[in-house]
T-cell receptor
């Protein structure tokens, strides 16, 4: 059974394009997150939503816009993609907020050419 | 948030017990210690969590001394499939989770 799923798994696109990554969790969790893992393998939190409300918004360019249509989904839309956006993006969820155990998706490898 | 320090990398052999130590000198009273494991091309996976003394589950053991300024993740009888990055995190339920660089564990045949 898939707990946290992301689509697509791979995304290759040109600079300047707009793309979206989708995330869904079937764990009944209240909180969802987006992380970025760059080529140096640092895993950095970008956003967190609790019951569809934004609770964590790190210093991320406003080209990145999360959208949570319901508490089981948290999508990430990226405008005007840049080379530096190339990374693996992980979605995660937890029952509580912030410090609770998080369950991660398989990741989306974004390559910007 | 308590800062954590752990070795950048470790090598071990199949069948050995592996101990990864994490230092967290400024751990706060409400903080607990959590370890995640990340295999290549996968998201991190929760391994174990503890507050003090010893915690054991089917995957690992976590040893925490009385002063809680460090903790040791113990993996019994490792196999090649235990090759992964292991992250030590310290914080309370009110803190956002921050992942450090982790320890890259390489198991050799």
């Amino acid at each position: 059974d898939t707990a946290v799923s992301q689509t697509p798994k791979y995304l290759v696109t040109q600079m300047g394009n707009d793309k979206s990554i989708k995330c869904e969790q079937n764990l009944g969790h209240d909180t969802m997150y987006w992380y970025k893992q760059d080529s140096k393998k640092f895993l950095k939190i970008m956003f967190s939503y609790n019951n569809k409300e934004l609770i964590i918004n790190e210093t991320v360019p406003n080209r990145f816009s999360p959208k949570s249509p319901d508490k089981a989904h948290l999508n990430l839309h990226i405008n005007s993609l840049e080379l530096g956006d190339s990374a693996v993006y992980f979605c995660a969820s937890s029952q509580g907020i912030k410090g609770d155990t998080q369950y991660f998706g398989p990741g989306t490898r974004l390559t910007v050419l | 948030l308590a800062k954590t320090t752990q070795p950048i990398s470790m090598d071990s052999y199949e069948g050995q017990e592996v101990n990864i130590t994490c230092s967290h000198n400024n751990i706060a009273t409400n903080d607990y210690i959590t370890w995640y494991q990340q295999f290549p091309s996968q998201g991190p996976r929760f391994i174990i969590q503890g507050y003090k003394t010893k915690v054991t589950n089917e995957v690992a053991s976590l040893f925490i001394p009385a002063d809680r300024k460090s903790s040791t993740l113990s993996l019994p009888r490792v196999s090649l499939s235990d090759t992964a990055v292991y992250y030590c995190l310290v914080g309370s339920r009110d803190d956002k989770i921050i992942f450090g660089k982790g320890t890259r564990l390489h198991i050799l045949p």
